[in-house]
């Protein structure tokens, strides 16, 4: 399985820590200074939020289930949200899960808060495991990860969303192996799973961007920086590949365009980690991260779950 564990690992630490940074003063400080320092030793532990805590629930399901069990899954959120309220969750999923524990479908819940369905990015920043777990496989990313958004978020615009994202990590694993990603022939190949007027016009400003240079303003304008799922995701996508050599300089970028800094930074990073792989990563960033040895153990047993080897990782309490 060549580098598989190292990039499975780069993925899943590097959403925390794009995460983290981006929710924390000392990471967004760092950014807006244009600060791309490795061993930038941050101020204390750096938390996760609910992007990270969502995407351990997607991991920890597809480990269980050996693979997409939408059912065991919607409870597997709302069993996390109950055990970690603080994490910072937005209004609606926990609207979500209160509904799931009194008995409503998780479908019909999600239809209940989000009229017509959320486009929200709450989808794609947990989309990384799927995009590990299914990496070998787009169509088949495709068909799970558009079951798995609908948990929360069942309107197309949040569900292409997530698809683009879980691709983009899948895309990164899949050119993390030594050779020169080719700009151009990654946003074909996000092109070829875009259906939205919206989404397939961003991929073609993303290309046009790169060649012009990434002046922030431009991307904010062009891209967005916002929570919906469209104003965020062909963000994360360009951070990456505008800086597709350096994870905290993909980070950095990604935190120091503003607005949902901490998703927006943990999209990049799930994209970025999944590259370059966990040993790119800052080790004075990793050591400050809360949950690294709990996010290597998922990593490592997501690999074995796709694989089918090895035990399932049992729950931590």
Do not use: C
Not at 76 to 97: D, K, T, W
Not at 196 to 212: C, M, S
Not at 281 to 294: I, N
């Amino acid at each position: 399985m060549g580098d598989l564990p190292d990039r499975f690992a780069g993925s899943l630490l590097g959403t925390a820590l794009g995460d983290s940074i981006g929710a924390s003063d000392w990471g967004r400080a760092l950014a807006r200074r244009g600060i791309i320092d490795p061993d930038a030793q941050p101020l204390g532990i750096l938390p996760y939020t609910d992007d990270t805590h969502m995407t351990i629930g997607v991991a920890e399901s597809l480990i269980e289930r050996r693979g997409l069990d939408v059912d065991h899954m919607a409870r597997r959120f709302a069993e996390n949200y109950e055990r970690e309220p603080f994490r910072g969750y937005g209004p609606g999923p926990p609207r979500i899960f209160r509904l799931m524990r009194a008995g409503v479908d998780w479908r019909e819940a999600a239809l209940r808060v989000y009229p017509g369905g959320s486009f929200g990015n709450g989808a794609a920043m947990r989309a990384a495991p799927l995009g590990l777990f299914y990496f070998d496989d787009l169509e088949a990313l495709r068909r799970a990860v558009e079951e798995a958004s609908r948990i929360t978020h069942a309107h197309p615009l949040g569900i292409e969303g997530a698809v683009l994202q879980a691709a983009a990590v899948a895309l990164a694993v899949r050119s993390g192996d030594g050779s020169p990603l080719d700009p151009g022939e990654f946003l074909g190949a996000l092109r070829g799973l875009a259906s939205q007027a919206v989404y397939i016009g961003k991929l073609e400003a993303i290309e046009r961007l790169l060649k012009e240079g990434p002046d922030p303003g431009r991307v904010v304008l062009e891209l967005g920086n916002g929570i919906e799922a469209f104003n965020s995701v062909p963000t994360a996508i360009f951070s990456f590949l505008a800086n597709r050599d350096s994870f905290e300089g993909a980070v950095l970028y990604a935190v120091g365009l503003g607005g949902d800094s901490d998703t927006i930074g943990a999209m990049t990073g799930a994209i970025s980690g999944a590259y370059l792989g966990a040993k790119a990563l800052p080790r004075s960033w990793l050591a400050e991260l809360e949950g690294a040895d709990r996010l290597e153990r998922l990593a490592s047993a997501l690999l074995e779950a796709k694989y089918g080897a090895g035990p399932i990782l049992r729950r931590s309490t």
